[in-house]
């Protein structure tokens, strides 16, 4: 299985990467919605969520940077 391709596999994981997010980076809209959007999801899909959450939808740089940062998150559960 290729990186980029590993997705979140339970609400659980999907809150822990929420709440860095949010305490690190002040990205905490998303910790208000149902968290079931971002269960099953790939780490662009969910930048992207957490990008639309915040109505921050267009910025590629953040769109880029957490996608990095969450698919830290699940690189690290996954081999480690």
Known sequence: ?????????SEQEADRILSW??????????RYKPIERYVEVTAEPFARFVLEDEGMSEDRKWKRDISRKVQEFLVEDRFL
């Open 1 to 9: 299985m290729l990186q980029s391709e590993i997705t979140t596999h």
């Open 21 to 30: 997010l949010c305490v690190e980076w002040g990205f905490c809209e998303a």
